[in-house]
């Protein structure tokens, strides 16, 4: 099962302070020992949000966007961990190791198919599977 370990934002990231050579070392060995464990599927940091925007929705086919920077820091997303391991107590095992000296991750269970139930029908799981084929091959997955 995957998961995804999200880390939380703070007023340094968010004021788009990078991270210190000694940091991204720390970093480094660590997604290398996530890597060599084969837990690892995909991670990586978010610049902060001024670079982002959010797009609204307010009805059906009716949208707004928003340009960043966001006001509230505690409710914004600096990087993630995909991993893929046997449980969530794994997870959370692997994101005790994280470098941080401080800070915030959350750990959220990604949704299989199992999870939607009845309304994921055969043929919604065909078209899930020719999708997931046709992004595999436009990115060398």
Not at 28 to 57: H, I, Q
Not at 97 to 124: C, H, M, W, Y
């Amino acid at each position: 099962m995957k998961y995804m370990v999200i880390v939380k934002a703070n007023d340094e990231s968010e004021a788009g302070v990078m991270p210190t050579e000694q940091e991204l070392a720390e970093m480094t060995a660590y997604n290398e020992e996530l890597a060599a464990a084969g837990v690892m599927v995909d991670g990586n940091g978010l610049l902060d949000s001024r670079f982002g925007a959010r797009v609204k929705f307010t009805g059906r086919g009716e949208t707004t966007v928003v340009d960043g920077p966001f006001t509230e820091t505690k409710e914004l997303v600096a990087g993630y961990w995909i991993l893929e391991v046997a449980s969530r107590d794994e997870a959370i095992g692997w994101a005790r190791r994280i470098p941080f000296q401080s800070g915030e991750v959350e750990i959220r269970k990604v949704a299989e198919e199992a999870d939607f139930g009845e309304n994921f029908t055969p043929e919604l799981r065909e078209a899930e599977r020719r999708m997931r084929e046709q992004i595999a091959e436009q990115h060398g997955g």
